[in-house]
């Protein structure tokens, strides 16, 4: 039981009606959640509008409820309180319900369209390596110390953040690393928490579906530093075009890491192969089981941000050089007849034409790159022409399939990928729906020495078809069609 006008403290209330000096339960943004003394958040969502469930919310118990309008007859014995925000209004008072966890211990958000789980969870595994208890809030999974929760969204809802945060103060954690997605700013799920620092990694074509357009996209990042405090550190990848646009108006310090353009914190790239990369750093040699060049950026975020936080440089670098990759992040299995294949989350087309460079980078020339993917469903449609380019163009063989079609149909999704195939790239492409099927051919057409690259779906466990997911793993997938192949 917490006291409603504590909760309320910092929020910008237009109009009260009823007591605010009450006692209330949880707070809840869904009506369907709704306990009895609870208070209920009228959201104004994408799909419906709470302020629809004020009646349901109040029927399961709810004694207080906030919202923008008053679209619905107010009932005695309720407290409403009006507000201009319901998001803002809901992180304000997530905070406030679970005492500020945010300000008691360092937080570090990271975001940026492509990089920020690599980075997050490598931040998590460096500082646990140097004996802290870590916290991490991932698209991947949430671990408090060595504690593992499943994850939902790559940043969830206000109130799940500050629980989470509070949880990891209970157990004593030092240091929470988190991953800030332009939904979650946009939505104001990361409002009113006191960041230590923040990172950018980089920033390039996604969610053009959600966000009106890329000025828009880029807009919503650069809100995050804008609300960086002067205490915060701002890192940013300076060798990206809108690196420096993204702090420009921060009053954090600002500090910014490169691997070409001058810059705070900047690494060199001696060696690539593919077990691994040898990067010098001041001077220092360190080798690191991390491939891509655009993993050494994430790397380079990872040790700036490291001694950004007190630790010492030869410790860090000790570290980095026994980090091990993140599960779907470039994760490679070698099938006994010596076909690489490679499971990767590229499901931005900057993401899987860094990935196909890599391969490319790597190889020798004398064999196949087969490239499997699809595109995810009630998604950023514009991403799909181009990612079948990318694939078609970077590959000598590439098999278009379902990635999580979600509520459409998954062969328009194809139709709308085939459209940005070029004429002369049509002849290695192939279609077909079904992604078992696909990385079963995918096998069936490698030789030895050749590279399969499976990419969207990285660590998913799953594929959602109409609502409904089905267990489906990638790695697993291929991993049975290479021992199928060799049973005959
Ligand atoms: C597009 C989007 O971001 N949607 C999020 C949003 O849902 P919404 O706006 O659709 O909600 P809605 O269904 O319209 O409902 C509006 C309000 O009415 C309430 N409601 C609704 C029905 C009801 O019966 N009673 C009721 O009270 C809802 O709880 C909500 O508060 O608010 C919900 C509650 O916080 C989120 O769970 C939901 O995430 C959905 C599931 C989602 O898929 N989000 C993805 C796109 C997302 O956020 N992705 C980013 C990562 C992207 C990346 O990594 O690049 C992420 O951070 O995960
Ligand atoms: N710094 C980077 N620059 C460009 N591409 C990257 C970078 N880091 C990772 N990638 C590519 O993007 C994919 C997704 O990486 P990661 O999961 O770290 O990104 P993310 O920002 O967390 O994505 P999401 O938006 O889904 O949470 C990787 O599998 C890889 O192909
Ligand atoms: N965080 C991203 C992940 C996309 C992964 C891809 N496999 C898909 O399902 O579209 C999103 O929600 O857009
Ligand atoms: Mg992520």
Same mark, same amino acid.
């Given at each position: 039981?917490?006291?409603?006008?504590?909760?309320?403290?910092?929020?910008?209330?237009?109009?009260?009606?009823? $007591?605010?000096?009450?006692?209330?339960?949880?707070?809840?943004?869904?009506?369907?959640?709704?306990?009895?003394?609870?208070?209920?958040?009228?959201?104004?969502?994408?799909?419906?509008?709470?302020?629809?469930?004020?009646?349901?919310?109040?029927?399961?118990?709810?004694?207080?409820?906030?919202?923008?309008?008053?679209?619905?007859?107010?009932?005695?014995?309720?407290?409403?309180?009006?507000?201009?925000?319901?998001?803002?209004?809901?992180?304000?008072?997530?905070?406030?319900?679970?005492?500020?966890?945010?300000?008691?211990?360092?937080?570090?958000?990271?975001?940026?369209?492509?990089?920020?789980?690599?980075?997050?969870?490598?931040?998590?595994?460096?500082?646990?390596?140097?004996?802290?208890?870590?916290?991490?809030?991932?698209?991947?999974?949430?671990?408090?110390?060595?504690?593992?929760?499943?994850?939902?969204?790559?940043?969830?809802?206000?109130?799940?953040?500050?629980?989470?945060?509070?949880?990891?103060?209970?157990?004593?954690?030092?240091?929470?690393?988190?991953?800030?997605?332009?939904?979650?700013?946009?939505?104001?799920?990361?409002?009113?928490?006191?960041?230590?620092?923040?990172?950018?990694? $980089?920033?390039?074509?996604?969610?053009?579906?959600?966000?009106?357009?890329?000025?828009?996209?880029?807009?919503?990042?650069?809100?995050?530093?804008?609300?960086?405090?002067?205490?915060?550190?701002?890192?940013?990848?300076?060798?990206?075009?809108?690196?420096?646009?993204?702090?420009?108006?921060?009053?954090?310090?600002?500090?910014?890491?490169?691997?070409?353009?001058?810059?705070?914190?900047?690494?060199?790239?001696?060696?690539?192969?593919?077990?691994?990369?040898?990067?010098?750093?001041?001077?220092?040699?360190?080798?690191?089981?991390?491939?891509?060049?655009?993993?050494?950026?994430?790397?380079?975020?990872?040790?700036?941000?490291?001694?950004?936080?007190?630790?010492?440089?030869?410790?860090?670098?000790?570290?980095?050089?026994?980090?091990?990759?993140? $599960?779907?992040?470039?994760?490679?299995?070698?099938?006994?007849?010596?076909?690489?294949?490679?499971?990767?989350?590229?499901?931005?087309?900057?993401?899987?034409?860094?990935?196909?460079?890599?391969?490319?980078?790597?190889?020798?020339?004398?064999?196949?790159?087969?490239?499997?993917?699809?595109?995810?469903?009630?998604?950023?449609?514009?991403?799909?022409?181009?990612?079948?380019?990318?694939?078609?163009?970077?590959?000598?063989?590439?098999?278009?399939?379902?990635? $999580?079609?979600?509520?459409?149909?998954?062969?328009?999704?194809?139709?709308?990928?085939?459209?940005?195939?070029?004429?002369?790239?049509?002849?290695?492409?192939?279609?077909?729906?079904?992604?078992?099927?696909?990385?079963?051919?995918?096998?069936?057409?490698?030789?030895?020495?050749?590279?399969?690259?499976?990419?969207?779906?990285?660590?998913?466990?799953?594929?959602?078809?109409?609502?409904?997911?089905?267990?489906?793993?990638?790695?697993?997938?291929?991993?049975?069609?290479?021992?199928?192949?060799?049973?005959?």
């Amino acid at each position: 039981m917490k006291n409603l006008q504590d909760i309320l403290y910092k929020v910008a209330i237009k109009q009260v009606f009823g $007591n605010t000096n009450i006692e209330v339960n949880e707070l809840v943004f869904d009506s369907r959640k709704v306990g009895k003394g609870d208070v209920f958040i009228a959201q104004k969502g994408v799909n419906v509008d709470g302020h629809l469930y004020v009646d349901k919310a109040i029927a399961l118990g709810a004694k207080a409820i906030i919202c923008e309008g008053f679209s619905f007859d107010r009932k005695e014995g309720v407290t409403y309180v009006r507000v201009s925000d319901a998001n803002e209004a809901l992180a304000i008072m997530a905070s406030n319900f679970y005492e500020n966890p945010s300000t008691k211990f360092p937080i570090v958000g990271v975001t940026g369209t492509n990089g920020k789980t690599t980075i997050a969870s490598l931040l998590y595994q460096l500082f646990t390596k140097a004996g802290y208890k870590v916290g991490l809030l991932s698209t991947v999974k949430i671990l408090v110390g060595d504690k593992e929760y499943k994850a939902t969204h790559t940043t969830p809802d206000s109130v799940t953040i500050n629980s989470y945060l509070d949880m990891m103060l209970e157990a004593g954690v030092e240091y929470c690393f988190m991953e800030v997605s332009s939904h979650g700013i946009h939505q104001k799920r990361t409002e009113g928490l006191s960041f230590a620092g923040g990172i950018f990694t $980089n920033l390039s074509h996604d969610h053009l579906d959600y966000h009106k357009d890329f000025a828009e996209y880029r807009n919503v990042k650069k809100k995050f530093f804008d609300e960086l405090p002067k205490s915060a550190f701002a890192l940013t990848n300076i060798d990206d075009k809108n690196g420096s646009f993204m702090l420009q108006n921060t009053q954090a310090k600002k500090y910014s890491y490169a691997l070409k353009t001058m810059a705070d914190f900047k690494v060199k790239i001696l060696e690539k192969q593919l077990s691994g990369t040898l990067i010098s750093i001041d001077n220092t040699e360190v080798w690191t089981k991390l491939i891509g060049v655009f993993n050494i950026y994430n790397l380079t975020a990872i040790i700036a941000t490291a001694e950004l936080l007190g630790l010492e440089k030869l410790e860090i670098l000790t570290i980095v050089s026994q980090l091990e990759s993140v $599960n779907g992040r470039f994760e490679y299995v070698i099938s006994d007849d010596g076909v690489t294949a490679i499971v990767d989350y590229a499901h931005t087309p900057d993401a899987l034409k860094n990935v196909l460079e890599t391969i490319n980078d790597i190889r020798t020339n004398n064999e196949k790159v087969i490239t499997v993917v699809g595109c995810g469903g009630d998604r950023d449609k514009t991403k799909r022409p181009r990612m079948a380019h990318i694939a078609a163009h970077l590959s000598n063989q590439a098999i278009f399939t379902s990635d $999580n079609p979600r509520t459409e149909d998954p062969q328009s999704i194809l139709d709308e990928m085939e459209a940005g195939i070029s004429p002369e790239h049509y002849n290695k492409t192939l279609t077909i729906i079904n992604r078992q099927q696909a990385i079963k051919t995918a096998c069936k057409l490698s030789d030895a020495g050749d590279i399969i690259l499976i990419a969207g779906k990285g660590h998913e466990s799953y594929q959602e078809i109409n609502g409904v997911r089905t267990h489906f793993k990638d790695l697993e997938e291929v991993t049975n069609c290479f021992n199928q192949l060799k049973k005959k």
